[in-house]
Every structure is written in C-alpha cells, then in structure tokens.
C-alpha cells in the first residue's frame, strides 16, 4: 500500500518551495532593512559638524520671519515649506524649501516631466541662533541610507509599481514561511510534546557539531528566537507596499481605511483679501499649549490662500514612543481645523498609524532599534541558511540515487 503523505510532510515540502525562490530577494530586504534601522543616528554622527550647533549663552533662536527672511535671500528662488524643530537646543533646526515656480529654476532640462511630478524638495540645516547655513540635509551618507531604502522597498528598479510588486509579494510569502517554520520547529509527533526532552533540539545550537548540524541549528533555532519581530516585520511591510492590503489590515482591527491626502483638502477660511496669515511663532505657540512635552515638532506651511498649518510633535530618546500628535490650524484665525491627538485613537487606531514604526522599529525609540537590529540581521541569515538546507539534502539525495543505480547495473551484470 501507498504511504499517505503526512500533514508535516505537505508543510515542509510547501516551506521549501516558497522559500527557495524567493531567498534571494528576502535576503536583500532583510540585509538593507539591517542596515537602514539606524540610517538617522549614524548620518547625524558622521555629518555632526552639521547637525550640531554650539549654544550661546543666554541666546534664544531667532525669529522664524528673520530665519526664513535669510534663508531665501541665500537660497534664491526657493520657499519655505516646512520646518523641522528638535527637542535638543544643540542641534540643527532643518528647513524644508521648493521652487517658487516649479520646473522653472535652471531652465528646461528641469522642468517636471508629466503633471503628477512632484516638486523637488531641498532640506537646509540651519543654526537657529545665528541663521547661518550649516549645510545641505542630503548630504553623502544621506544618499547612501536613501539608496539602500530604495533597494529595500523596490529593489532599485525604475519602475516603482514592479518593484513594490516584488518586494511586497517576498513580506507576504514570509508570512507564509514564519508559520510554516513554526509548525516544522514544533516536534513532531504529539504525544511527545509533555516530554522536555522533545523540546529541547528547538532551543539547542550544538556549536561543536558538524557544519551541516550546525547550520541546521542556527536556521531552526534563531529563526525560534526572532519569530515575533520577523513576523510583525513581515506582517506591516505589505502595508507600505499595497493599499489593498492596508485597507484589509485596517479593517481587521476594526478601523475604517483613511482616504489618501484627506488632510490635504481642510481649508482655512479667509474672512478677506487683505487678511494675514499668522505667525510661526503663533502657529507654534497654539501647539504647545495643546503638546507641552519635549519632542521634535514640524511645521508645514499653508500651501495656498486656503491652506492650513499642519503641526506634527513626536518624542524622541532611548525609550520614546513614536507615537505622533498632530494639530491643523486656520492660517488666519488660528482656530482648530482637526485635532489628531494619538492617546484619544482606539487600540486598532493607534496600531494602523503606527504601521510604518512597528516594521522599522522606531516603536520606542533607541531600545526597540537595537532589539530590531539583531532581529534583522538574523532574519538576513535565515534564507542563507535555508539554501544551505536544501543544498546538502540534494546532494544527498543524488548520491542515494547513484549508488541505487550502481547497486542495479551490478545486479544486471552477466555472472
């Protein structure tokens, strides 16, 4: 009679054949993902001459109109669309500018090709105290870490949608291969699993083993010990790469998907022509006293005659939360357009809007980066050590056949 094939057999035969084609391209997303966790810190050390500001005794900033009044007359052509202010009073505030007249700066050669181009945005590190240039945001190691963002959200390939595609496509699969590995770490047989001495080959690394033995540990081991960060890594990911699938993600935890630049469309309302926009000062001010805490806070500029003041404030430190607090003020009244405050959120709420800091690690702070950083860079192992799996099994395999096949032309041969 023919063996039937078991449930573990059909789950391992899956796990291999889902994994292999796509080893490759998790090991790209896993490396660069490695590499990017902490793309902000190593850029603001190894730029410090840039970012750092000395502080003057008794000084105070200066005015934002005087900022923004020195800023464009150095930067000619550009306008003042954002402004970045971090909690420390020793570090670069970050100035975002764009062309006043998008596509006409520099001639034709830079006009924006279609009608969905974006403007290009420059980002100035400034010193507050004395309006002085320190340097341009995007500076070398900026392009390396924004390089290496790209190969990991798209692979570098010019057309974004393809590459999204690919990637995204990998995240969902190693969902696939999170629980598979699971059900295979498992052992085997049931009535086995009250005994500790079953359990004990899923937490073990025989380091004095052969290197088939040892590899075969580290995959099925580490890859134990990281199931929960490489499982969240790969369930938020698809969310950044497939609306559908956020749109799926959101109303899973109970939450209605949030239509795409809602917030672009609040309005202030203009009482005149002759009415003035406020002040920075003021917009600033009007968050502070609804966000008192110390964090960095962004300020975007109203866009148009009708746009609003948009406020973003966030913490920052070892153990920080990511969580963001925003607030839309009438650009002439200063009254409140929408208040975003991230602890009045339902639970599902406040994890569809932290979807981008759960994959990253930035959930809190420097504490859950470290704890990203080593669970990355073992996932970044796992396809390596997977391959090497399979390798040495078909290889086995092909010599079992061989010497099967050897056995029968000596069996055939004429005594």
Same mark, same amino acid.
């Given at each position: 009679?023919?063996?039937?094939?078991?449930?573990?057999?059909?789950?391992?035969?899956?796990?291999?054949?889902?994994?292999?084609?796509?080893?490759?391209?998790?090991?790209?997303?896993?490396?660069?993902? !490695?590499?990017?966790?902490?793309? *902000?810190?190593?850029?603001?050390?190894? &730029?410090? &001459?840039?970012?750092?500001?000395?502080? @003057?005794?008794?000084?105070?900033?200066? @005015?934002?109109?005087?900022?923004?009044?020195?800023?464009?007359?150095?930067?000619?052509?550009?306008?003042?669309?954002?402004?970045?202010?971090?909690?420390? /009073?020793?570090?670069?505030?970050?100035?975002?500018?764009?062309?006043?007249?998008?596509?006409?700066?520099?001639?034709?050669?830079?006009?924006?090709?279609?009608?969905?181009?974006?403007?290009?945005?420059?980002?100035?590190?400034?010193?507050?105290?004395?309006?002085?240039?320190?340097?341009?945001?995007?500076?070398?190691?900026?392009?390396?870490?924004?390089?290496?963002?790209?190969?990991?959200?798209?692979?570098?390939?010019?057309?974004? &949608?393809?590459?999204?595609?690919?990637?995204?496509?990998?995240?969902?699969?190693?969902?696939?291969?999170?629980?598979?590995?699971?059900?295979?770490?498992? @052992?085997? /047989?049931? #009535?086995?699993?009250?005994? *500790?001495?079953?359990?004990?080959?899923?937490? #073990?690394?025989?380091?004095?083993?052969?290197?088939? *033995?040892?590899?075969?540990?580290?995959?099925?081991?580490?890859?134990?010990?990281?199931?929960?960060?490489?499982?969240?890594?790969?369930?938020?990911?698809?969310?950044?790469?497939f609306d559908w699938y956020k749109?799926?993600?959101?109303?899973?935890?109970?939450?209605?998907?949030?239509?795409?630049?809602?917030?672009? %469309?609040? !309005?202030?309302?203009?009482?005149?022509? !002759?009415?003035?926009?406020?002040?920075?000062?003021?917009?600033?001010? #009007?968050? %502070?006293?609804?966000f008192p805490y110390e964090g960095?806070?962004?300020? !975007?500029?109203?866009?148009?005659?009708?746009?609003?003041?948009?406020?973003?404030?966030?913490?920052?430190?070892?153990?920080?939360?990511?969580?963001?607090?925003?607030?839309?003020?009438?650009?002439?009244?200063?009254?409140?357009?929408?208040?975003?405050r991230f602890s009045d959120k339902?639970?599902?709420?406040?994890?569809?809007?932290?979807?981008?800091?759960?994959?990253?690690?930035?959930?809190?702070?420097?504490?859950?980066?470290?704890?990203?950083?080593?669970?990355?860079?073992?996932?970044?192992?796992?396809?390596?050590?997977?391959?090497?799996?399979?390798?040495?099994?078909?290889? /086995?395999?092909?010599?079992?056949?061989?010497?099967?096949?050897?056995?029968?032309?000596?069996?055939?041969?004429?005594?």
């Open positions: 009679m023919k063996k039937r094939t078991s449930f573990r057999k059909i789950i391992h035969v899956m796990h291999l054949w889902v994994g292999i084609p796509c080893a490759l391209f998790l090991f790209i997303i896993c490396l660069t993902g !490695t590499i990017y966790v902490f793309n *902000r810190e190593i850029t603001q050390w190894v &730029d410090e &001459d840039k970012f750092h500001v000395t502080l @003057p005794a008794n000084a105070f900033p200066l @005015p934002m109109a005087t900022l923004t009044s020195l800023l464009e007359k150095e930067q000619k052509g550009l306008t003042t669309t954002a402004v970045t202010i971090p909690s420390s /009073k020793t570090q670069a505030w970050i100035f975002s500018m764009q062309e006043k007249e998008p596509g006409k700066k520099g001639g034709k050669g830079n006009m924006a090709k279609g009608p969905k181009a974006k403007p290009k945005i420059s980002n100035f590190l400034v010193n507050p105290y004395t309006g002085r240039v320190q340097g341009d945001a995007q500076s070398t190691s900026f392009v390396f870490f924004n390089t290496v963002l790209q190969l990991h959200r798209w692979l570098l390939i010019s057309n974004h &949608d393809i590459g999204t595609a690919i990637t995204g496509t990998a995240a969902i699969l190693m969902i696939f291969l999170q629980i598979s590995g699971i059900i295979l770490w498992l @052992p085997a /047989k049931l #009535r086995s699993w009250k005994s *500790r001495r079953a359990w004990k080959q899923g937490f #073990r690394i025989k380091f004095d083993a052969t290197p088939k *033995r040892l590899n075969f540990d580290l995959h099925k081991a580490v890859g134990f010990y990281t199931f929960l960060f490489i499982t969240i890594m790969a369930l938020t990911g698809p969310a950044m790469a749109a799926g993600f959101s109303r899973a935890l109970g939450v209605q998907p949030v239509k795409k630049g809602a917030d672009n %469309e609040l !309005t202030s309302r203009v009482a005149s022509d !002759t009415a003035r926009s406020m002040t920075l000062e003021t917009a600033l001010a #009007r968050s %502070e006293a609804l960095i806070t962004r300020v !975007t500029l109203p866009k148009n005659a009708t746009g609003v003041f948009n406020i973003q404030k966030m913490q920052e430190g070892f153990f920080a939360s990511a969580a963001i607090d925003r607030i839309f003020l009438d650009q002439y009244t200063g009254a409140i357009v929408k208040l975003d339902t639970l599902g709420q406040k994890i569809v809007t932290l979807i981008k800091p759960i994959h990253t690690g930035e959930l809190f702070g420097t504490l859950s980066k470290i704890l990203y950083f080593i669970a990355c860079l073992i996932a970044t192992s796992l396809p390596v050590t997977g391959v090497i799996i399979w390798w040495g099994r078909r290889n /086995k395999k092909g010599k079992t056949i061989a010497v099967v096949k050897n056995r029968q032309e000596l069996q055939e041969e004429p005594a």
